[in-house]
T-cell receptor, first 114, second 112 residues
Framework: NAGVTQTPKFQVLKTGQSMTLQCAQD?????MSWYRQDPGMGLRLIHY???????DQGEVPNGYNVSRSTTEDFPLRLLSAAPSQTSVYFC?????????????FGSGTQLSVL | KQEVTQIPAALSVPEGENLVLNCSFT??????LQWFRQDPGKGLTSLLL?????REQTSGRLNASLDKSSGRSTLYIAASQPGDSATYLC???????????FGTGTRLTIIP
């Protein structure tokens, strides 16, 4: 199992450009989510999905779009990049069992918006 | 709104010592609390998960405790090693909706 795979690992954008961060998981998890990590802020939830065709907003959704056409893939789209979106982005999938929720994270995408 | 705090932000400890990392949360109505490890440039790896009905969980040299009434969790690392150097984050899960609130982490350095 590859787990959760994110691409690209690094990206530099100019203000106003658009791009898509890719996320794929091979564990057949229904729940997937996107977080951003900023210094001193911890990880904050951007969007999440409880299954194919279902998405919802997290804590900081503005400026981002998501879709979930398959169980495996959960791309994050920046429509018009802004310097405030400079951050490290993590995708996660999760499994819920009798012990609770366990998250599996990708290795992250470091994004710089100039 | 749940707030999760980890103090100190950074900690340096000589190799071989036992240490405790702290995590505080404001809303005691949690489903579970998790501890993660993050190495530089990498994603987060789940270390321990404590259900709300439990008081502690152990894995090897790691022991996590949970006191919901006081809004605190601790991660105890025994006989620290240089390989334990990393950032440790805690996260509180409220309800069964799988949305976690993360602390800002404690950056741990084990000095050989």
């Amino acid at each position: 199992n590859a787990g959760v795979t994110q691409t690209p690992k690094f990206q530099v954008l100019k203000t106003g450009q658009s791009m898509t961060l890719q996320c794929a998981q091979d564990m057949n998890h229904e729940y997937m989510s996107w977080y951003r990590q900023d210094p001193g802020m911890g990880l904050r939830l951007i969007h999440y999905s409880v299954g194919a065709g279902i998405t919802d907003q997290g804590e900081v959704p503005n400026g981002y779009n998501v879709s979930r056409s398959t169980t495996e893939d959960f791309p994050l789209r920046l429509l018009s990049a802004a310097p405030s979106q400079t951050s490290v982005y993590f995708c996660a999938s999760s499994l819920t069992d009798s012990k609770g929720v366990k998250l599996f994270f990708g290795s992250g995408t470091q994004l710089s918006v100039l | 709104k749940q707030e999760v705090t980890q103090i100190p932000a950074a900690l340096s400890v000589p190799e071989g010592e036992n240490l405790v990392l702290n995590c505080s949360f404001t809303d005691s109505a949690i489903y579970n609390l998790q501890w993660f490890r993050q190495d530089p440039g990498k994603g987060l790896t789940s270390l321990l998960l404590i259900q709300s009905s439990q008081r502690e969980q152990t894995s090897g040299r790691l022991n996590a405790s949970l006191d919901k009434s006081s809004g605190r969790s601790t991660l105890y690392i025994a006989a620290s090693q240089p390989g334990d150097s990393a950032t440790y984050l805690c996260a509180a899960c409220r309800g069964g909706n799988e949305k976690l609130t993360f602390g800002t982490g404690t950056r741990l350095t084990i000095i050989p």
